[in-house]
Every structure is written in structure tokens, then in C-alpha cells.
């Protein structure tokens, strides 16, 4: 009974652990790393963002389970390019590439392989095309039929790959993924979205489905 009391706690707290980091949890981090990786922090702030905004980006990692513990790496890649945009989710999605191998591995099958959904090039034209960017946040506009469409379909592939024991991953486009991941997040909080530019070169993807086109 104790070890599935601490089992279901720790994953309460990893699934919520974003809605919890405060600013001042980030300020302690960045105080902690200054100590090893000085150049790191103080090329970033205050000069480029603020301690808000570095929360606002890790708080996007840790909502979809990825470990910030390689802070100063997370941290360098945003550096890259905070002077471009000041946007937590673009930032957020520029440190998702440097974790690649990170975000990848608990996906990939005993051989290395990462079976994964795709979408037809079409549908995911369709779909870059109701991405909305404001100066803070990344969402997606679509369609009612659009939106079922890829519901219905995503639905059933999901269940095809649990029941085959497969985690449910599907790969798409860098400039949609975190648009889509936030659109269809309630319905299918398992699926996880990952994009092009994350997966290592040397990880060879299988095509586990296809999302199609709307006829």
C-alpha cells in the first residue's frame, strides 16, 4: 500500500509539477546554476528576458514531462535566440531541439526505432495554416470538420497502438507541433507530439499510420 501511495504521488506531482513552479523556484535554480555557469545566466537575464519569462519556458517543458535538470543547456539554446523573440512557447520549442535525444528515447522501441503517427502533407498544410501566434503564446484554429476529422482518425490509431503495446507518439512539422499538442491535449492527454527537428538523425522512424487528407 505504501509503495502504490508513493507511486500515484510521484506521478501526481510530475504531471503537475509546471502548475507549481513558482518564480521564485526559478530564481533559486538560476541562483544555483550562476555558481557553475555564470556566462550562461548572465548573458541571459536580465539583459534578454526576464526570471517570468524563463518560467513561462520551463513551465512548457515540465508540462509535457520533460526533465529540466540539463538547465544549462536549456538555457544556452534560448540565449540563441531570445534576441530574435521574446515569445516563451517559440523559445520553449527552440530548447525542445537541443533535448532531442531526451525528449526521443522514451519512445523508442528496444532497437532503437521510434514508431510513430504521420500526417498526410496536405492535412498538416491545412492545419500550419490556423496556427496563431500571439507576442506570448502559440494556438491553433481550425475548422469544425477539420477538427473532427483528425479526432476521429487520431482516436482509433491510438487505440490500435495501445492495445499493441506501443506508446502513441505522432511527428509533425516543427512550426505545428506545439499548436496541435495544446488543441488536441484534452482529448488525447497520452499522445505525445513530437516534431521533425527533434528526432536525432540516427533514430529511423516507422510510419505506425497516416492521418489522411479530408476528401
Known amino acids: ?14 504531471r503537475h509539477c509546471h502548475e507549481i513552479l513558482t518564480r521564485q523556484d ?16 548572465n548573458e541571459l537575464i536580465p ?12 513551465q512548457n517543458l ?18 540563441d535566440f531570445a534576441a530574435v523573440t521574446k515569445n516563451p512557447d517559440e523559445l520553449s520549442e527552440h530548447a525542445r531541439r537541443a533535448l532531442g535525444s531526451q525528449i526521443t528515447k522514451p519512445y523508442q522501441s528496444d532497437n532503437g526505432g ?33 477538427a473532427r476529422h483528425v479526432m476521429e482518425t487520431l482516436s482509433k490509431i491510438i487505440q490500435q497502438m495501445l492495445s499493441a503495446g506501443h506508446p502513441p507518439v505522432i511527428l509533425c512539422a516543427p512550426q505545428l507541433r506545439l499548436a496541435f499538442r495544446r488543441f488536441f491535449e484534452n482529448t488525447f492527454s497520452d499522445l ?11 533514430v529511423q522512424v516507422q510510419n505506425a499510420a497516416v492521418i489522411p487528407a479530408m476528401e
Do not use: C, F, W
Not at 500500500?1 to 510530475?14: D, I, N
Open 192 to 202: 505525445a507530439v513530437l516534431s521533425y527537428s527533434e528526432v536525432p538523425a540516427r
Open 114 to 146: 521510434l514508431r510513430a503517427i504521420t500526417i498526410d502533407p496536405r492535412l498538416e498544410q491545412q492545419l500550419a495554416q490556423g496556427v496563431r501566434q500571439s507576442a506570448s503564446e502559440v494556438a491553433l484554429i481550425i475548422e469544425p470538420r477539420m
Open 47 to 58: 539583459a534578454q528576458l526576464t526570471v517570468g519569462q524563463v518560467q513561462r519556458i520551463l
Open 62 to 79: 515540465l508540462a509535457e514531462g520533460i526533465a529540466i535538470r540539463n538547465l544549462a543547456g536549456i538555457l544556452e539554446k534560448v540565449s
Open 26 to 41: 526559478v530564481q533559486a535554480l538560476l541562483d544555483n546554476l550562476k555558481q557553475t555557469n555564470p556566462a550562461v545566466v
Open 1 to 14: 500500500a505504501v509503495s502504490v501511495m508513493v507511486t500515484h504521488l510521484s506521478e501526481t506531482v510530475r
